[in-house]
């Protein structure tokens, strides 16, 4: 890469174990730091020396004590698990698809988790949160579906751009049948948190079913990860080389659907992170996706946790949705990608 | 000549049906809903003839929010239907492409900073509404051309920047939304799906002079369409200058949306469904086929609000939700055809 002119010859496929261990535990030393960054910062001051009491002798008298162990660390350890989630989620699915604009929020898949929300709120108001998620995964299924269906009854197949017409689309529909549904049930404000996205009322039983949803989905994409690897070279190639594509793609699908509705039951439509994260993991350690899908889930947690820490700043001391905040980082490159990618599509 | 003379005849059908149908959906929305006037009951208050409570709901709630469906409808049909002749583009939608978000967040921004809540908008914000809708408009579409330029503008790099664009605004609208009271967002977010619940006369003068204006104004354009329809290169052979007609006529397509998004919010869709659904009658000859657009625009618009005022009645929706479903569904059957 030194080389100016070999950017001109046909690049080799590469990867870069060395680059993909550093992000990997210099990633991982970051997201600790920004972890007890997001900690120490809001809306009331709490300096180091409480947190640190708060953890080794805490005192259930104390409010300080109370918001560090109660609101903000599950907070910080949520936006972190939802981040790699997504992250992770939209990994698979640009790498399954070959699609540069493949993710959560654009395939409709953060909408059908919305819509069944919504009528789980009408349906049974006092659900648990896991029967919520449970909902969640249904509506991610949902969204997947109709968005791979169009794409197969379509004559040409679903190339990039339809996807993310065919992700517009359900969108749409989806979110305003949720609208019509919050409207007449009187349950509007309830669903507009799902729509505006965030972790601020995360509570530690969030972080107790997020956590096992989220380590089975790592094991299973890192179990993957080389299947997903040579998939990635075609269909053909992969059917060629003697794998089981449409096992592996199944298998996949099921780990996206596992990954984001867990994330969206809890956080509600983060959007973007799952289409920006994989680019930039890919464009830093190269090809295989044993180091991507890790290094990947690390950088998103580093993303969602940045960004929640963020948006209490921004306007204290109200918050800004961190999906806000997510779409704002995420837009331009998507803007960058568009036009990269204009020419193929 | 023959053919010409066809195409008139058939046009003239075409929209003698929709006409029809469009007094028939007036007639039945007033027959449907918590005052209920029959159609003779009607006729009898047009002319002066009702009891004072039919006229009272006739004159200041039907009426306006009637005219007002049907203005905007055909202003975001036109919208459209011209975005997609001068783009070269079946799925350009004011809606999709960023400009009614634009729109949109303009309003809010002006809500936000000069008005103190929602509910009491002066009368002469109603009027300056539009002109500041339009200003957002204007730079959502200055934004989406500028970023989807690179040696020329291709469709599809347009509608993936026209959804970028769409998404920021979006954001932004939800940033500055939550900085208004509880009441106000509420009020916001059902005014930015599209809503024509709350409308009086003012409203139908705020947007009357900009439909009278523009959308004849685009229908003397109908050859200049015509020509740029066939593709710049033969557009310039036969002596068009591309560019500047292009211009123009991409002004009065976002004009028209941000003045509809100003009273109506954003209402998605419209714009991309009947230029196609008219195409397919008509034929692709703008002069025929831009005055049956903005009838079926129109026509959509007011049997969508019908339906939203009463399938979930007492609660209503949004019209811009129920136009959001019918056209959604459409265009995804267009995705799947494709």
Same mark, same amino acid.
């Given at each position: 890469?030194?080389?100016?002119?070999?950017?001109?010859?046909?690049?080799?496929?590469?990867?870069?174990?060395?680059?993909?261990?550093?992000?990997?535990?210099?990633?991982?030393?970051?997201?600790?730091?920004?972890?007890?960054?997001?900690?120490?910062?809001?809306?009331?001051?709490?300096? &180091?020396?409480?947190?640190?009491?708060?953890?080794?002798? &805490?005192?259930?008298?104390?409010?300080?004590?109370?918001?560090?162990?109660?609101?903000?660390?599950?907070?910080?350890?949520?936006?972190?698990?939802?981040?790699?989630?997504?992250?992770?989620?939209?990994?698979?699915?640009?790498?399954?698809?070959?699609?540069?604009?493949?993710?959560?929020?654009?395939?409709?898949?953060?909408?059908?988790?919305? &819509?069944?929300?919504?009528?789980?709120?009408?349906?049974?108001?006092?659900?648990?949160?896991?029967?919520?998620?449970?909902?969640?995964?249904?509506?991610?299924?949902?969204?997947?579906?109709?968005?791979?269906?169009?794409?197969?009854?379509?004559?040409?197949?679903?190339?990039?751009?339809?996807?993310?017409?065919?992700?517009?689309?359900?969108?749409?529909?989806?979110?305003?049948?949720?609208?019509?549904?919050?409207?007449?049930?009187?349950?509007?404000?309830?669903?507009?948190?799902?729509?505006?996205?965030?972790?601020?009322?995360?509570?530690?039983?969030?972080?107790?079913?997020?956590?096992?949803?989220?380590?089975?989905?790592?094991?299973?994409?890192?179990?993957?990860?080389?299947?997903?690897?040579?998939?990635?070279?075609?269909?053909?190639?992969?059917?060629?080389?003697?794998?089981?594509?449409?096992?592996?793609?199944?298998?996949?699908?099921?780990?996206?659907?596992?990954?984001?509705?867990?994330?969206?039951?809890?956080?509600?439509?983060?959007?973007?992170?799952?289409?920006?994260?994989?680019?930039?993991?890919?464009?830093?350690?190269?090809?295989?996706?044993?180091?991507?899908?890790?290094?990947?889930?690390?950088?998103?947690?580093?993303?969602?946790?940045?960004?929640?820490?963020?948006?209490?700043?921004?306007?204290?001391?109200?918050?800004?949705?961190?999906?806000?905040?997510?779409?704002?980082?995420?837009?331009?490159?998507?803007?960058?990608?568009?036009?990269?990618?204009?020419?193929?599509? | 000549?023959?053919?010409?003379?066809?195409?008139?005849?058939?046009?003239?059908?075409?929209?003698?049906?929709?006409?029809?149908?469009?007094?028939?959906?007036?007639?039945?929305?007033?027959?449907?809903?918590?005052?209920?006037?029959?159609?003779?009951?009607?006729?009898?208050?047009?002319?002066?003839?009702?009891?004072?409570?039919?006229?009272?709901?006739?004159?200041?709630?039907?009426?306006?929010?009637?005219?007002?469906?049907?203005?905007?409808?055909?202003?975001?049909?036109?919208?459209?239907?011209?975005?997609?002749?001068?783009?070269?583009?079946?799925?350009?939608?004011?809606?999709?492409?960023?400009?009614?978000?634009?729109?949109?967040?303009?309003?809010?921004?002006?809500?936000?900073?000069?008005?103190?809540?929602?509910?009491?908008?002066?009368?002469?914000?109603?009027?300056?509404?539009?002109?500041?809708?339009?200003?957002?408009?204007?730079?959502?579409?200055?934004?989406?051309?500028?970023?989807?330029?690179?040696?020329?503008?291709?469709?599809?790099?347009?509608?993936?920047?026209?959804?970028?664009?769409?998404?920021?605004?979006?954001?932004?609208?939800?940033?500055?939304?939550?900085?208004?009271?509880?009441?106000?967002?509420?009020?916001?977010?059902?005014?930015?799906?599209?809503?024509?619940?709350?409308?009086?006369?003012?409203?139908?003068?705020?947007?009357?002079?900009?439909?009278?204006?523009?959308?004849?104004?685009?229908?003397?354009?109908?050859?200049?369409?015509?020509?740029?329809?066939?593709?710049?290169?033969?557009?310039?052979?036969?002596?068009?200058?591309?560019?500047?007609?292009?211009?123009?006529?991409?002004?009065?397509?976002?004009?028209?949306?941000?003045?509809?998004?100003?009273?109506?919010?954003?209402?998605?869709?419209?714009?991309?469904?009947?230029?196609?659904?008219?195409?397919?009658?008509?034929?692709?000859?703008?002069?025929?086929?831009?005055?049956?657009?903005?009838?079926?625009?129109?026509?959509?618009?007011?049997?969508?609000?019908?339906?939203?005022?009463?399938?979930?009645?007492?609660?209503?929706?949004?019209?811009?939700?129920?136009?959001?479903?019918?056209?959604?569904?459409?265009?995804?059957?267009?995705?799947?055809?494709?």
């Amino acid at each position: 890469m030194a080389n100016p002119t070999s950017e001109h010859l046909h690049t080799k496929p590469t990867s870069r174990p060395i680059i993909a261990t550093v992000i990997l535990f210099g990633g991982l030393a970051v997201l600790v730091l920004s972890i007890g960054l997001s900690i120490l910062y809001g809306a009331a001051d709490i300096d &180091f020396i409480t947190i640190w009491h708060s953890l080794t002798q &805490f005192d259930p008298s104390s409010t300080s004590h109370q918001i560090i162990r109660g609101l903000r660390i599950p907070r910080a350890l949520a936006a972190a698990l939802i981040g790699a989630g997504l992250a992770m989620s939209g990994t698979l699915m640009q790498g399954m698809t070959r699609n540069p604009l493949a993710s959560p929020s654009i395939m409709g898949v953060t909408a059908g988790s919305s &819509f069944m929300m919504a009528i789980a709120l009408v349906v049974m108001p006092q659900a648990s949160n896991f029967i919520m998620m449970l909902w969640a995964f249904v509506g991610a299924g949902i969204g997947v579906v109709i968005v791979f269906g169009i794409g197969s009854i379509s004559k040409t197949g679903l190339t990039p751009v339809k996807l993310a017409l065919a992700g517009t689309a359900v969108t749409a529909l989806l979110s305003s049948l949720s609208n019509a549904i919050a409207i007449h049930f009187n349950v509007a404000k309830d669903i507009s948190f799902w729509y505006a996205g965030g972790v601020s009322s995360v509570q530690w039983m969030h972080v107790q079913i997020l956590a096992p949803v989220l380590l089975i989905g790592f094991v299973i994409a890192l179990l993957l990860a080389n299947s997903i690897t040579v998939l990635n070279l075609g269909d053909d190639v992969a059917k060629g080389l003697g794998q089981r594509t449409f096992f592996v793609k199944f298998t996949g699908t099921l780990v996206v659907l596992l990954l984001t509705g867990a994330a969206v039951s809890v956080a509600g439509t983060i959007g973007f992170i799952g289409l920006v994260i994989p680019h930039i993991t890919r464009f830093l350690v190269g090809v295989d996706y044993r180091w991507i899908v890790p290094c990947s889930a690390v950088l998103g947690a580093l993303l969602l946790v940045i960004a929640d820490t963020a948006s209490r700043m921004i306007n204290p001391p109200f918050e800004t949705p961190v999906g806000t905040v997510t779409a704002l980082v995420g837009v331009p490159f998507f803007l960058y990608l568009a036009r990269r990618e204009g020419r193929g599509m | 000549m023959k053919t010409r003379t066809v195409g008139t005849k058939r046009m003239l059908i075409v929209a003698s049906i929709l006409i029809t149908v469009i007094i028939g959906t007036f007639l039945l929305n007033l027959n449907l809903g918590v005052v209920s006037i029959s159609p003779i009951n009607v006729l009898k208050t047009l002319f002066g003839q009702g009891s004072e409570q039919e006229s009272m709901v006739l004159f200041h709630f039907r009426l306006p929010r009637i005219v007002i469906a049907i203005l905007i409808g055909a202003a975001m049909a036109i919208s459209g239907a011209i975005l997609q002749s001068v783009t070269h583009n079946e799925l350009a939608d004011p809606g999709i492409i960023g400009i009614n978000a634009g729109a949109g967040f303009a309003v809010v921004l002006y809500i936000y900073l000069f008005q103190n809540n929602m509910a009491e908008v002066s009368s002469l914000s109603v009027f300056l509404l539009p002109l500041t809708a339009l200003s957002g408009a204007l730079v959502a579409a200055l934004l989406v051309y500028l970023i989807s330029w690179k040696n020329g503008i291709t469709p599809i790099r347009l509608i993936l920047v026209g959804i970028g664009i769409n998404s920021a605004f979006a954001a932004l609208i939800i940033m500055f939304q939550l900085k208004m009271d509880p009441n106000d967002f509420t009020r916001a977010t059902v005014w930015l799906s599209g809503d024509i619940s709350g409308i009086d006369w003012t409203y139908v003068l705020a947007l009357l002079p900009w439909v009278l204006i523009l959308i004849p104004l685009a229908m003397y354009q109908s050859n200049v369409l015509n020509t740029l329809q066939l593709g710049d290169d033969i557009a310039k052979g036969l002596g068009t200058n591309v560019e500047r007609h292009r211009l123009f006529l991409l002004l009065i397509a976002v004009a028209l949306a941000g003045a509809s998004v100003a009273v109506g919010g954003g209402i998605a869709f419209v714009g991309l469904v009947t230029p196609h659904l008219s195409k397919k009658l008509i034929g692709p000859n703008h002069i025929l086929f831009l005055p049956i657009t903005a009838l079926m625009g129109a026509l959509l618009l007011l049997v969508s609000d019908t339906i939203g005022r009463n399938i979930l009645a007492p609660s209503e929706i949004p019209v811009g939700l129920v136009v959001s479903l019918v056209g959604g569904s459409y265009f995804i059957y267009l995705l799947m055809k494709s």
